[in-house]
């Protein structure tokens, strides 16, 4: 079965320490792996891609195949960090449905 | 930078009544979406549309819910007779061969 998984609901940290969001997947294919992020229950934005490998807003992740991850990693929190943060799998390349983990909430405290 | 437009930003509607959800996609993108997130839980996929039809849909897409694409522009999601959990953000989507994924800004339902 297709899934991914974010263990953590939230990770609170301060601001200027290093950030790993987990995420976890289950897909018997070549997956398609993407970040998005949510500010205040507002629009989900796409942080980033895996095949781009690029970084944005410092953050990166990078496809492990053989742990099944694409954690998310920034080395220094920012206060404006502070969102939700989904972890998502496309079924079929780029324009198949999305598959969502549960989120993570990223605390950033000053 | 192109936007996914949802309107409206919020409705109320009570018990058994119809509701459409209007998504604007960005104007050249060829794959469109609709998903759904209740309250605290995760965002779920509904739907799919290409080429005018269904490519995909979940289980939770039933017979009480329906998609069209009337005009070219315009892509939209009905609910003949909505339930109390039917009451979720409900998010469009679209998106290129390519591209990434662009999601509207969401439409929040609240079914009393």
């Not at chain 1, 500010?39 to 053989?66: M, P, V």
């Not at chain 2, 339930?83 to 061969?97: G, N």
């Amino acid at each position: 079965a297709q899934r991914v998984t974010q263990p953590e609901k939230l990770l609170s940290v301060f601001k200027g320490a290093p950030v790993e969001l987990k995420c976890n997947y289950s897909y018997s294919g070549s997956p398609e792996l993407f970040w998005y992020v949510q500010y205040s229950r507002q629009r989900l934005q796409l942080l980033l891609r895996h095949i781009s490998r690029e970084s944005i807003k410092g953050f990166t992740a990078d496809l492990n195949k053989g742990e099944t991850s694409f954690h998310l990693k920034k080395p220094f929190a920012q206060e404006e960090d502070s969102a939700m943060y989904y972890c998502a799998l496309s079924s079929s390349g780029n324009t198949g449905k999305l598959i969502f983990g549960q989120g993570t909430t990223l605390q950033v405290k000053p | 930078e192109p936007e996914v437009t949802q309107t409206p930003s919020h409705q109320v509607t009570q018990m058994g009544q119809e509701v459409i959800l209007r998504c604007v996609p960005i104007s050249n993108h060829l794959y469109f979406y609709w998903y759904r997130q209740i309250l605290g839980q995760k965002v779920e996929f509904l739907v799919s549309f290409y080429n005018n039809e269904i490519s995909e849909k979940s289980e939770i897409f039933d017979d009480q819910f329906s998609v069209e694409r009337p005009d070219g522009s315009n892509f939209t999601l009905k609910i003949r007779s909505t339930k109390l959990e039917d009451s979720a953000m409900y998010f469009c989507a679209s998106t290129v061969q390519g591209g990434g994924y662009t999601f509207g800004s969401g439409t929040r339902l609240t079914v009393v």
